[in-house]
């Protein structure tokens, strides 16, 4: 588990006058103690340093203790940054400190109380895909095709309903309006039955289950109620409906709860965050004192008087006045791009130009997108130009079949009923026992009510063929001598590389002997450096802190700000973040905003406010970016520019309405058919060719007094007035590509395509 306590390993010396750094609005936040308080941080405004300092403040000063204040973060990259600070603050008195996420914080809770809602305490937790993996099981046993009907739909189905403290029974009785719904409530109803048999908890579950918990236990409440009598909770605009409930039932006793959140910034509705839990806090909270902190210390005034102009369109929102004493900095650049490769390789030139006047480093720098799949063409860019770049929110390290391989045989040495983890691993690598004979003990588990790994367990009474059996014998002994080692005290470091020599699973990498297994086994090392790390820095280390503890990491842990790389994300990750120099790109009508979806009207005000909290990572350089022509469904299509670059101020913005294309070619084109120089062009003036440098593997083209070259305006009987931005081939091969304005871009046979030069 992701615990954050402070350790006075070195004592450092306290601080007994920080509250003079504070600003007015500040003040007021840290030093209201007693009752409800919603500090409305606007972007920027220093809300870290108001919630740390208010602990401190609340240690050192008005004496309580630690073991009484909660404090819920939604990242453990804040809580982290929060426990740096208030030791740096304060030292020592902060050990003893419960800070973390929400799922960490009740994960830690439900360990401690697990019999009394049926689990125990060294309970599984389910990531997406074992949620989903389960519901494709039960979707067979239903008899349903998993292809046909999606487990991913009925997972995110069944997720919204239980952040809803919706339970199968209800939902059966009120939610049915379809067939999906029908099938989604028998599939639930399993779904839970399941879970507890398992005895595997999945993420919502962790916020759920402690309410159920709470309302069941009046005792329990009211245990948790005395210790949490200090509660601050960071971003309240992003809580659901369950974590809602659960600190407001914590909080009924003493009333002293703060909460800290920008409703400007609250766009994960599709996780089930709900923004009226922020809008209707003071009528929630009787007596509720309003604090808004509307300095901004981050941005520039260009950047913050253009943020202003796009989010106060919106009708849902706590009124309130951003400003700052920063300078008005450079106005912002919009960037008119021809198509999506035109927009990654203007955004690398333009990076490299900043370096070069400024002296950033490439960490100073962050492409933020709307959806994953627009990366690919800037990591292709970047590449090409050798520029480093991470890229957060791809596929996570423990989400990677070899590594979630070894965790499965680690989460069955501490839940051996763990149905997810024993089918993955009990056939992996190969053993020789089928699909038909792990069908068959299935069948038999859900026949007689018992539970997988009992039947497995009891293999000799099973009606199986006999050498199943005896290949199931000898991984059931396997498993339960490594959790005999375990429990012998032999380290966790020790057994996991025990697991891998005797299931045999690296000496099956080592001899495949090829490019992927070979990356696969590094995989394997690196977990076993993750282990090694966890081992040397905890105090306790066990291996049911060490599954939950990775099972809650979070994209945004992935992010390394001293990598020296550009930063390419989805505005989603980029939450809470802050770089020099920023790019928006994609802006486009359907993209961002994006469009509706799954039969759902798009939310315009909440991708407004997915705007906003793009142009606010900014401190002091931001470019907005659209295309006009951009590959989808295998097709070049136009393009519409997002409605949110008519709501700027167009007093900060300025224009580059030139697009420039850098392409490489080799001898062959590329996959969508271009090839040929590195151009730039402009509608407004002649094309220039570049040069290539010496190292590449690419050249310019050669021209005689042809006028049918790339920056030519042209009409074209059909098509009307366009421009050649390409030209490939020669003599009667000769084509060129034509962006013609009323109809896209065309790719003509210069000898037959009637063209006439407009006069420039």
């Known amino acids: 588990m992701q615990q954050f306590r402070l350790q006075p390993d070195s004592p450092k010396p306290v601080k007994t006058n920080f509250l003079k750094q504070l600003n007015k609005q500040q003040y007021e936040a840290v030093t209201h103690v007693n009752g409800p308080l919603l500090i409305v941080a606007g972007a920027g405004s220093g809300k870290t340093r108001v919630l740390t300092y208010r602990i401190a403040y609340l240690l050192q000063q008005h004496h309580a203790l630690p073991q009484n204040i909660l404090a819920l973060t939604f990242t453990n990259k804040a809580a982290r940054e929060m426990q740096e600070r208030i030791q740096n603050l304060i030292g020592e008195r902060a050990s003893g400190l419960w800070m973390g ?109 402690p309410v159920k918990l709470f309302q069941d236990h009046p005792d329990v409440l009211e245990k948790y109620q005395d210790r949490f009598k200090y509660i601050l909770i960071d971003e309240y605009q992003d809580t659901n409906h369950a974590q809602y409930k659960v600190t407001q039932l914590l909080a009924a006793k003493y009333k002293n709860i703060c909460v800290v959140g920008d409703d ?77 490769r035109d927009e990654a390789n203007r955004i690398v030139n333009h ?54 391989d070894v965790l499965a045989y680690l989460t069955l040495l501490v839940n051996p009923e763990d149905e997810q983890a024993l089918l993955r691993i009990i056939n992996e690598p190969s053993r020789g026992i089928g699909n038909k004979t792990l069908n068959d003990v299935i069948k038999k588990a859900r026949s007689e009510g018992k539970r997988v790994w009992n039947i497995v367990s009891n293999v000799e009474t099973a009606d199986l063929y006999k050498p199943a059996k005896q290949r199931i014998g000898q991984f059931v002994n396997m498993i339960n001598r490594l959790r005999d080692e375990l429990e012998a005290g032999v380290s966790l470091l020790e057994v996991t590389k025990m697991i891998l020599e005797q299931s045999g699973y690296m000496k099956d990498l080592v001899e495949e002997n090829s490019a992927q297994s070979l990356t696969r086994r590094d995989n394997v090392l690196e977990l076993q450096n993750a282990i090694a790390y966890y081992q040397q820095n905890t105090k306790n280390p066990n291996l049911a802190s060490f599954l939950q503890e990775i099972s809650l990491i979070t994209d945004t842990d992935k992010y390394d700000e001293n990598k020296p790389a550009v930063t390419l994300m989805t505005v989603h990750a980029s939450k809470g973040l802050e770089f020099p120099a920023v790019f928006i790109v994609g802006l486009e009508e359907n993209l961002f905003p994006m469009g509706a979806r799954d039969g759902e009207e798009a939310n315009i005000e909440e991708e407004r406010r997915l705007f906003y909290v793009a142009i606010t990572r900014a401190q002091k350089h931001l470019f907005f970016s659209f295309s006009k022509m951009r590959f989808k469904f295998g097709e070049e299509q136009r393009q519409a520019r997002s409605r949110f670059l008519n709501e700027v101020d167009s007093g900060v913005v300025r224009t580059e309405t030139g697009a420039t294309i850098y392409q490489t070619r080799n001898d062959d084109d590329d996959s969508q058919g271009r090839s040929g120089m590195e151009i730039e062009y402009d509608w407004k003036s002649p094309i220039t060719t570049k040069k290539p440098s010496a190292s590449a593997s690419s050249y310019t083209y050669e021209y005689d007094d042809d006028p049918f070259m790339p920056g030519a305006l042209v009409m074209h009987p059909t098509f009307g007035a366009g421009k050649i931005v390409q030209r490939n081939g020669s003599g009667k091969d000769t084509r060129v590509v034509v962006f013609f304005k009323n109809r896209g871009q065309k790719t003509l ?12």
């Open 264 to 340: 400007a910034q609250s766009i994960y509705s599709f996780r089930g965050a709900d923004i009226s839990n922020i809008l209707n806090f003071k009528s929630d909270y009787e007596n509720a004192v309003e604090v808004p902190l509307e300095q901004n210390y981050r941005s520039t005034k260009f950047i913050l008087q253009c943020a202003d102009s796009v989010i106060k369109r919106n009708e849902k929102q706590i009124k309130k006045t951003l400003w700052t004493d920063n300078a008005d900095g450079e106005t912002i650049t919009l960037l008119e791009n021809f198509d999506e």
């Open 351 to 404: 990076i490299n130009n900043i370096k070069l006047r400024h002296g950033y480093q490439n960490n100073d720098f962050a492409v933020l997108y709307r959806t994953n799949y627009q990366s690919r063409i800037f990591e292709e860019a970047f590449r090409r130009k050798n520029i480093a770049y991470q890229l957060v929110g791809g596929l996570s390290f423990y989400q990677r079949k070899e590594v979630k």
């Open 749 to 760: 046979m210069l000898r037959a395509a009637n063209l006439s030069l407009i006069n420039q």
């Open 101 to 209: 996420t929400f799922h960490s914080i009740f994960s830690k809770i439900l360990r401690f109380e697990a019999e009394k809602i049926g689990y125990n305490s060294n309970f599984s937790i389910y990531d997406t895909s074992d949620s989903e993996n389960a519901i494709k099981l039960i979707l067979k046993e239903l008899n349903f095709d998993p292809k046909e009907i999606k487990p991913k739909t009925i997972h995110r189905k069944i997720s919204d309903a239980k952040n809803q403290l919706i339970n199968p029974s209800t939902y059966k009785s009120r939610f049915i309006n379809s067939t999906l719904d029908d099938i989604t409530a028998r599939v639930f109803e399993i779904y839970e039955v399941r879970m507890r048999q398992t005895n595997a908890m999945d993420f919502d579950d962790l916020l759920i289950k």
